[in-house]
């Protein structure tokens, strides 16, 4: 892989030098190419100047370039290379990683004739005549002959049985020219058209295919392309008689209309009536292997053939212009194509397709726990992530792209339904699909009714879908292929013409669903992509390659993958090659309330199960994941409705009731109880590996223990002949109780499966996290559970408590991560213990930041139920609620606590928080979550923070809520706005829209003392916008302004104002563009800042004239304590001097 600098050298280089004309041209091939999308496309032109047709912006408009180019290399290097005339990839320059090698049985190359290397050679000299240059022509002709060679493989082979390449001779060059017709042109200008037109009619019916390459209007030689086809049928009837015996070449249309459509080449049958091969994978760059290619089809002529194989136009782009706005652009569609009838479908392949919709409607009618699909069935909304790029000052060095986390009014803005997960939002299709989700949240169950809706005639665009359960995959082997994968392991039924249904999903790979499902299950993915699939044939792979594959489309190029994985674990390093990503959400209140009256027919159970969650806060907030929502539901269908007993105050108290009760229904059918300690073992071993699978030495468990397994909802299986662990929560409780009841289980291996151990590399994600909370709940568990057998003493369990206990007491929380914070928090929880909850509060650091940790409604309960102690503690925090999505309803409890003094959120969930409280009137708690909330230091790096800023400088001015038109009760509009001292403008790259909209929110800063505009390329015109508004901000004391572009314009407009800066002490403008003129403006107003300590003007452009300027105002500018001004403009001997005559002049 080239590095990101040589690729934003080389796109810097066609920008510099390229004609406007050529540029534009470039611009359109990266569009058509899909390196970016048709906005990204109309944004570029806001770097040049439509009038002049020059760029203004040159090196901003190269990096916006380089970038994509350089994210989608293989697509982009050609058209590069184009653009800066070479035909040829510089290997010295540039080094691939894992070159792509095509399958040796793959043989439908386009070759590049040479003839057009005679006909556009750069180096031929300028003729008077068309007989000079016809004997030029001859003369190359003659020269090439011996070197020339056509990549069309020949039937023959060779003695060691491989396919050999001829030479092409060029005869039919040398008839060419020998044509009479063409010796009676009378300008250069008409022989070259002539030979052009009869090269381009060989294009489709000589020995060699060949590319022509046409001339634009500038005279520049674009990328090659393929030309048109149709021609004269007296030209058609004289090249017939001149054609060679041996086989020609025929192009074949795709069966399937694309928006690129994919040609092949074969050899037509000599005699008799023609066959068209039908290509088994028509998608973009899908080729098939030759043995699979048996089925055939009537075709129709030569001719007829060849007048259909054009392709359409490609889209042309709208190029911006000073009369057309950004809003007024329309972003160029795709050209309509006349829709190419669908393919026949085998009536063995129909028939197998019906079987296998029956088969699915059958399987996922039913969800887990009995429950059938249609009725309990919970429709919950997903969410639309996206991915950008980081920017700031280290964006050059930080190009890889990261999830962004939504605030909760954004995701709320972006849920969608399941009738969109395939749905294309734009012009480019969405092969890629992740979705996302907490374990419990209903991953699974949403990919069983995308199954069920298809089985029962939705998502009509895809003919056959295949769904694989990682959790009963073995990734260890490595005897599979393509069509095993997909027909052996899936959930699809047994296929008697397993053949014929292969081959069709080969022909049409985009009309094919392939879900992973549990995607955490298939080990780790160190090096997946390294190593994967390149043939539908080959048997020797294993899961992982042919995944990896699919993933990187070089196998059955062209189908829909999806694939369901939790956030914190296998696919998150993956997320920036993937389409889309949509995020399951958990149920909200209303979705508790529908599930529990779908659970419990009769009114009065739906009001007494209602209740009794409701009454339950922690097992309310618990409900709001479906898994553990469908547990509480089962413990209330055993419980009595009249009795009044509990709910469960804990995980581990609901997952060991949920256990019990299973198993006592267990016992009354079979009339004795069954001991499950060998499962705990199984599932201990499972978690060591990661995986939900039995490993295959532990499947020879009796039968007896395998069925209570099975009806207890502990296990599952798949085709009756592969077990599994069924739910994440219900292993890892099996195996903490085995690490915590097992006398082979030491202090030291259970202390290492916990958070205690916060120097350990967390590799299991949600695994680990699950486990943690269980051994702590089961270690201070009262009862003790009646199903297992081989229990340890009780002095050993309370070793085992001691053990944690004292970790507890040496743990440092200010030190862990946001995330693992939060599980410290859960895991005290968990123990139900008042004097270790009191011992957490008491150490927990002031500045409480959860700050990129996900928090879920039971999340924000648990804080806030421990945090509750703080008050007889006589603890104050400052927490902070960034990028953590959480609720509405949970940022209301924990803003009410009187343990919090200050706090910050998203802006939007702040606006809405205030919105909620002044709507129901709770002026009291209106008033306190305006005077907690802070915003300092505020960091922009995007323009929706910059437009959150000012929504909150607008209610600050208007001293009213956006949808409220009374006003507020504070008269001093919102103290956060008023009290804010740091602002730091981190783009990274010039923004004029940001950058004024900056400009309109400063004014309202009043207490703003430190302002960071470093690295974002900013110009005069930005420097003097600044200058207008200095004077408004009165108590500002540091402004950094390095590493911009400020000359001497941009200079002398900021010196007017720094004049009147009065309480300004520290000023940085090193790294900019500043000559002599700038720098003596500046030394006419140093004396006037009376507050100035540190002035820091290095690596400027000024020369020891400026120096000097600068130095004589020193002299005049007493309070001022040191000067920083070296850079290589400036004589060694000069700056010496200069430091010798005043010591405040540091060195470099």
């Given at each position: 892989m080239a590095s990101f600098q040589e690729v934003l050298r080389e796109v810097r280089k066609v920008v510099q030098e390229a004609h406007p004309d050529l540029l534009t041209a470039f611009l359109t091939e990266l569009l058509e190419a899909e390196v970016f999308s048709a906005e990204y496309y109309q944004s570029l032109f806001q770097c040049t100047d439509p009038d002049l047709g020059v760029r203004t912006d040159v090196e901003d408009l190269a990096r916006k370039l380089a970038l994509p180019v350089w994210q989608t290399w293989d697509n982009s290097k050609e058209i590069l290379y184009s653009a800066l005339g070479s035909l040829e990839d510089p290997q010295d320059d540039f080094v691939e990683s894992e070159p792509l090698t095509p399958d040796p049985q793959l043989l439908d190359l386009v070759p590049v004739s040479w003839f057009e290397e005679l006909l556009f050679r750069p180096d031929l000299p300028e003729f008077e005549t068309p007989d000079a240059y016809f004997e030029s022509l001859k003369e190359e002709c003659d020269a090439l002959d011996a070197e020339a060679e056509c990549q069309v493989p020949l039937k023959e082979e060779n003695e060691d049985g491989k396919r050999t390449k001829r030479k092409l001779s060029a005869s039919l060059f040398e008839e060419l020219l020998s044509r009479p017709d063409l010796l009676e042109c009378d300008s250069i200008d008409a022989l070259i058209e002539s030979l052009k037109d009869e090269f381009e009619t060989l294009d489709a019916e000589a020995e060699c295919p060949i590319l022509v390459k046409e001339e634009n209007e500038n005279g520049k030689k674009p990328k090659r392309k393929r030309p048109a086809v149709e021609r004269s049928s007296r030209k058609r009837r004289r090249l017939n008689q001149k054609k060679p015996a041996t086989p020609t070449l025929q192009l074949i249309q795709p069966i399937n209309g694309l928006v690129r459509p994919t040609y092949v080449l074969v050899s037509p049958q000599s005699g008799g009536p023609l066959y068209q091969i039908v290509p088994l994978s028509p998608a973009v760059g899908a080729v098939a292997p030759v043995e699979l290619s048996r089925t055939t089809q009537i075709m129709s002529s030569l001719s007829d053939t060849a007048s259909k194989i054009q392709p359409p136009s490609p889209p042309t782009p709208v190029s911006p212009s000073k009369d057309k706005t950004p809003q007024d652009y329309s972003p160029p569609s795709t050209p309509l194509r006349t829709q190419e009838p669908r393919p026949e479908i085998p009536k063995r392949v129909e028939d197998y397709i019906q079987k296998l919709k029956s088969h699915l409607k059958d399987t996922y009618s039913v969800m887990e726990g009995g429950k059938k699909m249609d009725s309990h069935y919970i429709d919950t909304r997903l969410v639309q992530r996206k991915l950008v790029i980081q920017t700031g000052k280290n964006a050059n060095k930080c190009l890889e792209k990261e999830l962004v986390v939504l605030s909760d009014s954004e995701r709320r803005k972006a849920m969608?339904?399941?009738?969109?997960?395939?749905?294309?939002?734009?012009?480019?299709?969405?092969?890629?699909?992740?979705?996302?989700?907490?374990?419990?949240?209903?991953?699974?169950?949403?990919?069983?009714?995308?199954?069920?809706?298809?089985?029962?005639?939705?998502?009509?665009?895809?003919?056959?879908?295949?769904?694989?359960?990682?959790?009963?995959?073995?990734?260890?082997?490595?005897?599979?292929?393509?069509?095993?994968?997909?027909?052996?392991?899936?959930?699809?039924?047994?296929?008697?013409?397993?053949?014929?249904?292969?081959?069709?999903?080969?022909?049409?790979?985009?009309?094919?669903?392939?879900?992973?499902d549990s995607f955490d299950d298939i080990g780790e993915l160190e090096g997946l992509l390294q190593s994967s699939a390149t043939s539908v044939t080959d048997n020797s792979y294993t899961v992982r390659q042919l995944f990896s594959g699919l993933f990187q489309k070089k196998i059955l190029s062209g189908c829909t993958l999806l694939v369901a994985t939790r956030p914190k674990d296998a696919l998150n390093h993956l997320l920036r090659k993937v389409d889309s990503i949509l995020e399951i959400c958990c149920f909200s209140p209303k979705d508790i309330q529908f599930y529990v009256s779908k659970c419990f027919v009769e009114a009065s159970k739906q009001e007494s199960a209602l209740r009794k969650i409701q009454n339950q806060q922690y097992i309310f907030n618990l409900c709001s994941n479906p898994l553990l929502c469908r547990f509480t539901c089962f413990l209330l269908e055993q419980d009595n409705p009249e009795d009044d007993d509990t709910l469960p105050s804990t995980l581990t108290d609901l997952c060991q009731r949920v256990l019990d009760h299973h198993l006592e229904l267990r016992d009354k059918v079979q009339g004795s109880k069954q001991d499950?300690?060998?499962?705990?073992?199984?599932?201990?071993?499972?978690?060591?590996?990661?995986?939900?699978?039995?490993?295959?030495?532990?499947?020879?468990?009796?039968?007896?223990?395998?069925?209570?397994?099975?009806?207890?909802?502990?296990?599952?299986?798949?085709?009756?002949?592969?077990?599994?662990?069924?739910?994440?929560?219900?292993?890892?409780?099996?195996?903490?109780?085995?690490?915590?009841?097992?006398?082979?289980?030491?202090?030291?291996?259970?202390?290492?499966?916990?958070?205690?151990?916060?120097?350990?590399?967390?590799?299991?994600?949600?695994?680990?996290?699950?486990?943690?909370?269980?051994?702590?709940?089961?270690?201070?568990?009262?009862?003790?559970?009646?199903?297992?057998?081989?229990?340890?003493?009780?002095?050993?369990?309370?070793?085992?408590?001691?053990?944690?206990?004292?970790?507890?007491?040496?743990?440092?929380?200010?030190?862990?991560?946001?995330?693992?914070?939060?599980?410290?928090?859960h895991c005290v929880y968990e123990t139900s213990k008042v004097r270790l909850a009191k011992h957490l509060v008491k150490k927990l650091p002031e500045n409480l930041s959860f700050c990129g940790a996900q928090l879920t409604p039971v999340d924000v309960y648990v804080v806030w139920h421990l945090l509750q102690h703080a008050k007889g503690l006589k603890r104050t925090f400052s927490v902070d609620l960034r990028d953590t999505c959480v609720p509405l309803s949970g940022l209301k409890e924990l803003v009410a606590l009187s343990c919090i003094t200050s706090f910050r959120a998203p802006t939007l969930d702040t606006i809405d928080l205030w919105e909620d409280l002044h709507h129901n009137s709770d002026e009291v708690s209106l008033k306190n979550a305006l005077d907690k909330f802070t915003m300092d230091p505020f960091k922009a790096s995007q323009l929706s923070h910059l437009d959150n800023l000012g929504l909150l400088v607008q209610i600050h001015r208007e001293k009213k809520l956006p949808m409220r038109e009374s006003e507020l009760t504070l008269e001093d509009g919102i103290p956060a706005v008023r009290h804010l001292k740091k602002l730091e403008y981190e783009f990274g790259r010039n923004e004029p829209e940001a950058f004024l909209?900056?400009?309109?929110?400063?004014?309202?800063?009043?207490?703003?003392?430190?302002?960071?505009?470093?690295?974002?390329?900013?110009?005069?015109?930005?420097?003097?916008?600044?200058?207008?508004?200095?004077?408004?901000?009165?108590?500002?004391?540091?402004?950094?302004?390095?590493?911009?572009?400020?000359?001497?314009?941009?200079?002398?407009?900021?010196?007017?104002?720094?004049?009147?800066?009065?309480?300004?002490?520290?000023?940085?403008?090193?790294?900019?563009?500043?000559?002599?003129?700038?720098?003596?403006?500046?030394?006419?107003?140093?004396?006037?800042?009376?507050?100035?300590?540190?002035?820091?003007?290095?690596?400027?452009?000024?020369?020891?004239?400026?120096?000097?300027?600068?130095?004589?105002?020193?002299?005049?500018?007493?309070?001022?304590?040191?000067?920083?001004?070296?850079?290589?403009?400036?004589?060694?001997?000069?700056?010496?001097?200069?430091?010798?005559?005043?010591?405040?002049?540091?060195?470099?």
């Open positions: 969608v339904d399941r009738s969109h997960v395939f749905q294309n939002c734009g012009p480019k299709p969405k092969p890629l699909i992740t979705v996302l989700g907490k374990t419990g949240l209903g991953k699974s169950t949403l990919i069983q009714r995308l199954a069920l809706d298809w089985s029962t005639g939705g998502l009509a665009q895809f003919q056959f879908v295949f769904l694989l359960n990682c959790k009963v995959l073995d990734v260890t082997k490595s005897n599979y292929d393509l069509k095993t994968l997909l027909f052996g392991l899936s959930s699809a039924p047994d296929c008697k013409d397993s053949e014929a249904a292969f081959k069709y999903v080969l022909a049409n790979p985009n009309k094919v669903l392939i879900i992973f499950i300690s060998q499962l705990c073992n199984m599932a201990w071993d499972s978690f060591k590996t990661c995986s939900s699978l039995l490993n295959q030495d532990q499947t020879e468990i009796s039968k007896q223990l395998m069925d209570c397994g099975l009806n207890c909802e502990i296990l599952a299986s798949h085709k009756a002949q592969v077990t599994y662990f069924s739910s994440l929560f219900m292993q890892n409780f099996l195996a903490a109780m085995f690490l915590v009841q097992s006398k082979d289980i030491n202090e030291r291996t259970l202390v290492a499966q916990t958070i205690l151990n916060h120097r350990k590399k967390k590799v299991c994600g949600e695994w680990q996290d699950i486990l943690q909370r269980f051994i702590l709940g089961l270690l201070y568990q009262k009862a003790t559970p009646h199903y297992c057998g081989a229990l340890q003493s009780f002095n050993d369990a309370q070793a085992k408590r001691k053990t944690l206990e004292t970790q507890l007491e040496n743990l440092k929380p200010g030190e862990l991560t946001p995330g693992r914070l939060l599980e410290l928090f909209k900056l400009i309109e929110i400063l004014p309202a800063l009043e207490s703003l003392q430190h302002l960071d505009l470093e690295n974002n390329i900013l110009r005069d015109s930005e420097a003097e916008k600044l200058a207008g508004v200095l004077n408004s901000l009165s108590s500002l004391r540091i402004l950094n302004l390095s590493q911009n572009r400020i000359g001497d314009a941009g200079m002398e407009k900021l010196a007017q104002s720094l004049a009147a800066a009065s309480s300004l002490q520290k000023l940085s403008l090193y790294g900019n563009e500043i000559a002599d003129s700038g720098a003596e403006n500046l030394a006419s107003v140093l004396p006037a800042m009376k507050s100035l300590l540190n002035l820091d003007v290095k690596y400027n452009q000024f020369t020891d004239i400026g120096a000097k300027k600068l130095s004589m105002a020193l002299k005049n500018s007493p309070s001022l304590k040191s000067l920083q001004m070296w850079n290589n403009s400036i004589p060694l001997g000069v700056l010496d001097h200069l430091r010798i005559q005043d010591n405040r002049i540091t060195a470099p």
